[in-house]
Antibody, heavy 116, light 108 residues
C-alpha cells in the first residue's frame, strides 16, 4: 500500500533552517510528483512547491522563493523540504503529498515550531 | 493568484440531512481543475473529488461535486456520522495552487 512517512516534530529558533523528510513506499517513486504544503493553526492550507521525482525539476510558490528548497533521493524514495530564515509565522504542520490528479496520498504531517 | 472563498464557514446539520458546500473562485478555474478534501481532527486531508466531479477511489457515492468557471459545490446527499469534518476546496489549474478557507460540517 502507498505510504508517505514524514520525519518527526522540530523546534527551531528564529533565523534557523529546518529540513523535513518524506519517505515513500508502495509505488514507483519516479512516476509521481511530490508536493509540500503547510497548515498553520486556524489558517487555510498553503502550497509551497513541488518536485518531479523522476527528473528532479522543481517549482516553488513565489511566497517562499529564495527560502525553500525541495530535493529528492531516488535511491531512498524520499523527498525533502528545507525552509530557511524561519520566523514565528512559519510555525505550522508541514505535509508532503503525492500528486496525480489532486493530492491522493498525504504524509502524516510534521509539526515545526519556531520559538525563541 | 486565484482566491477560493468557501461558504458557509460552519454548517450545522443532523445525520441523514443533505449538505451543500460552496466554493467560489476569484477567477475562472482553468481545465476544471478543482478538487475537494475532507479533513478530520489530527488527520491529513483526504481526497474526495477531483476534476470538479470525479470521485476519488473508495469515496462513497453520497459525495458529489458540481460547478464550472468560478462557482463550485460539494453535496453530501445524506450525512453519515463519519462525514462530520472540515471540507476544503482546492484549485490546481493555475499556479500557485490554492485552497479555500474550509467549511466545518458539525452535528446540530
Amino acid at each position: 500500500q502507498v505510504q508517505l512517512v514524514q520525519s518527526g516534530a522540530e523546534v527551531k529558533k528564529p533565523g534557523a533552517s529546518v529540513r523535513v523528510s518524506c519517505k515513500t513506499s508502495g509505488y514507483t517513486f519516479s512516476n509521481y510528483a511530490l508536493h509540500w504544503l503547510r497548515q498553520a493553526p486556524g489558517q487555510r492550507i498553503e502550497w509551497m512547491g513541488w518536485i518531479s521525482a523522476g527528473s528532479g525539476n522543481t517549482k516553488y510558490s513565489q511566497k517562499f522563493q529564495g527560502r525553500v528548497t525541495i530535493t529528492r533521493d531516488t535511491s531512498a524514495s524520499t523527498a525533502y523540504l528545507e525552509l530557511s530564515s524561519l520566523t514565528s509565522e512559519d510555525t505550522a504542520l508541514y505535509y508532503c503529498a503525492r500528486n496525480l490528479i489532486g493530492f491522493d496520498y498525504w504524509g502524516q504531517g510534521t509539526l515545526v515550531t519556531v520559538s525563541s | 493568484e486565484i482566491v477560493l472563498t468557501q461558504s458557509p464557514g460552519i454548517l450545522s446539520l443532523s445525520p441523514g440531512e443533505r449538505a451543500t458546500l460552496s466554493c467560489r473562485a476569484s477567477q475562472s478555474v482553468s481545465g476544471s481543475y478543482l478538487a475537494w478534501y475532507q479533513q478530520k481532527p489530527g488527520q491529513a486531508p483526504r481526497l474526495l473529488i477531483y476534476g470538479v466531479s470525479t470521485r476519488a477511489s473508495g469515496i462513497p457515492d453520497r459525495f458529489s461535486g458540481s460547478g464550472s468557471g468560478t462557482d463550485f459545490a460539494l453535496t453530501i446527499s445524506r450525512l453519515e456520522p463519519e462525514d462530520f469534518a472540515v471540507y476544503h476546496c482546492q484549485q490546481y489549474g493555475s499556479p500557485p495552487l490554492t485552497f479555500g478557507g474550509g467549511t466545518k460540517v458539525e452535528i446540530k
